[in-house]
């Protein structure tokens, strides 16, 4: 039971270039979500999914996008990469629609856009 | 909108004491749940106590305990007999209930460093 993996763990890009993240979790949960953290600050949302196939804005969509093709599965793609992206970037899932419920964190991905 | 409001950006305690970490919350849900994490140096985050909004007690896990006071809206964290290892940043975090419109998405405040000195 590996719970939530992220892919890459660090990234270098150049402005302008393009890349995907993916978040893998394998605890059958419905629930999954991007977030940014930037130095000083916490977590931020980006984007989350309810469910395979659905995916939905949240505080901070601009220049990403998602997709969620299989339920295990939830991709965060940079069109075309900007220095206000050089971010730490977390997966999260969770496991149903209570808000009693923890969500669990991947390691994260360290990217940097010169 | 939820609104997380931590006002300690660093905390210094020494070894074997105790510490209290500040969160204050904003929202208009009437139930909702806070979450606090700790993200150690090497960067993952690591679930440590939730606390319902309906819950009567306060929400205790080993040498964490939740003083949550609805009426103020606070929800601190004490950490019991501070060990080096608990060396961190602590994010306090909000998940929303009936408002939420389904996304369930952690609310996070900025955080605070804790260093514990020897």
């Known amino acids: 039971n590996a719970g939530v993996t992220q892919t890459p763990k660090f990234r270098v890009l150049k402005t302008g270039q393009s890349m995907t993240l993916l978040c893998a979790q394998d605890?059958?949960?419905?629930?999954m979500y991007w977030y940014r953290q930037d130095p000083g600050m916490g977590l931020r949302l980006i984007h989350y999914?309810?469910?395979?196939?659905?995916?939905a804005k949240g505080e901070v969509p601009d220049g990403y996008n998602v997709s969620r093709l299989k339920k295990q599965n939830f991709l965060l793609g940079l069109e075309s990469a900007a220095p206000s992206q050089t971010s730490v970037y977390f997966c999260?899932?969770?496991?149903?629609?209570?808000?009693?419920?923890?969500?669990?964190f991947g390691p994260g991905t360290r990217l940097t856009v010169t | 909108a939820q609104k997380i409001t931590q006002t300690q950006p660093g905390m210094f305690v020494q070894e074997k004491e105790a510490v209290t970490l500040d969160c204050t919350y904003d929202?208009?849900?009437?139930?909702?749940?806070l979450f606090w994490y700790k993200q150690p140096s090497s960067g993952e985050m690591i679930f440590l106590i939730y606390?319902?909004?309906?819950?009567?007690q306060n929400a205790t896990e080993g040498r964490y305990s939740l003083n949550f006071q609805k009426a103020r809206k606070s929800a601190n964290l004490v950490i019991s007999a501070s060990q080096l290892g608990d060396s961190a940043m602590y994010f306090c975090?909000?998940?929303?209930?009936?408002?939420?419109?389904?996304?369930?998405?952690?609310?996070f405040g900025s955080g605070t460093r804790l260093q514990v000195q020897p």
């Open positions: 606390q319902g909004s309906y819950d009567q």
């Open positions: 999914s309810v469910g395979e196939g659905t995916t």
């Open positions: 929202t208009s849900d009437p139930s909702y749940g």
């Open positions: 999260a899932s969770s496991y149903g629609t209570a808000f009693t419920y923890e969500q669990y």
């Open positions: 975090a909000m998940r929303g209930g009936a408002m939420d419109t389904g996304r369930r998405a952690l609310t």
């Open positions: 605890m059958n949960h419905e629930y």
